[in-house]
């Protein structure tokens, strides 16, 4: 185990670098700069815009002091919000975002596994079938839709929550909210199917066979193995959520990171751009390896050799 997660770390380090590599050269091949505006400046400025900013040199002698900053993990600053770091902007927006994110996917996983394991228990039920249409509802209506709609019945209407921004624990719950519903969905639906798979195999057969009562081999055997779909899901959907969701923090004027990444691509902000999709690539890649590990606790039947 310890040398397969030297291994997987040791990768995250070039795939990281591979990504950045490629946000670079896209951003170079878009037309259009961060100094663009609707008039064209005169050559005079342009020039030393590109100087200050070293756009005059090669491309190549560019891309190298881009990537030897960004192995000693300074981004520069940001040429958009002159006088702040990348790393400073990051370190400021990512809370934000990975509050809401950490509370919607506990709201979530607790929906989708009650949900899931109770439909699987129960399958061909009404409550199986109740559960999974709301399961397909929730994966039918996006983010978009269910947020001004929590919005207008609950703060427009009852006026019983903040409509927006970010104050209190009362500015959470709708956001939570509405980034829970989609991911309890996949949940739901994710539990529901591998804990179908489990409890028809073998082994818990084999359990029941020696007399063990029904909610050891559900708890004991039958979970661990069903709910390992699930694990796999929320390596990146965990990772997504803490990189901010740009609809939901729009919608409800949360200053977190995904706004700011919007942001910043809007207004060319290379170096801004850069820094988010370098912290964004290793967040995916430690939460992917997080969940490849908790592979071989979850099912003994899988070892890294």
């Known amino acids: 185990m310890l040398k397969f997660i030297l291994k997987r770390l040791i990768i995250i380090i070039p795939m990281a670098l591979l990504v950045v590599t490629v946000t670079w050269g896209l951003i170079r091949i878009a037309p259009g700069n961060f100094y663009s505006t609707e008039k064209n400046l005169p050559p005079a400025i342009e020039a030393n815009i590109k100087k200050k900013y070293g756009l005059d040199q090669p491309w190549y002698v560019q891309y190298g002091k881009m990537m030897?900053?960004?192995?000693?993990?300074?981004?520069?600053?940001?040429?958009?919000y002159e006088g702040q770091s990348v790393n400073e902007i990051i370190a400021r927006h990512f809370p934000y975002?990975?509050?809401?994110?950490?509370l919607a996917y506990i709201l979530a996983l607790i929906l989708g596994l009650i949900a899931g394991i109770i439909a699987?228990?129960?399958?061909?039920?009404?409550?199986?079938?109740?559960?999974?249409?709301?399961?397909?509802?929730?994966?039918?209506?996006?983010?978009f839709v269910l947020g001004p709609i929590l919005v207008l019945f609950f703060a427009l209407g009852l006026y019983i929550l903040p409509p927006a921004r970010w104050g209190g624990p009362a500015y959470l719950i709708m956001p939570v909210i509405t980034l829970a519903m989609v991911y309890a969905a996949y949940i739901a639906r994710?539990?529901?199917?591998?804990?179908?798979?489990?409890?028809r195999s073998d082994y818990i057969r084999t359990a029941r066979a020696k007399g063990l009562s029904e909610k050891t081999v559900l708890?004991?055997?039958?979970?661990?193995?069903g709910i390992i779909p699930?694990?796999?899901?929320?390596?990146?959907?965990?990772?997504s959520l803490l990189a901010g969701t740009v609809v939901v923090e729009k919608i409800f004027a949360i200053p977190g990171l995904g706004n700011i990444f919007i942001q910043s691509v809007f207004n060319r902000d290379e170096p801004l751009i850069l820094g988010i999709v370098a912290f964004l690539s290793i967040l995916v890649m430690i939460f992917n390896l997080i969940v490849d590990i908790s592979y071989g606790f979850l099912d003994p039947r899988i070892r890294y050799e």
Do not use: C
């Open 120 to 143: 699987a228990l129960k399958q061909n039920s009404f409550f199986d079938y109740f559960s999974m249409a709301l399961a397909m509802l929730g994966l039918s209506v996006p983010n």
């Open 68 to 80: 030897w900053n960004i192995l000693k993990l300074d981004f520069g600053d940001s040429l958009k």
């Open 97 to 102: 975002s990975a509050t809401i994110g950490i």
């Open 219 to 225: 708890l004991k055997h039958a979970l661990r193995g």
């Open 190 to 199: 994710l539990t529901r199917a591998g804990m179908l798979e489990v409890l």
């Open 230 to 239: 699930v694990v796999s899901f929320t390596g990146p959907a965990l990772a």
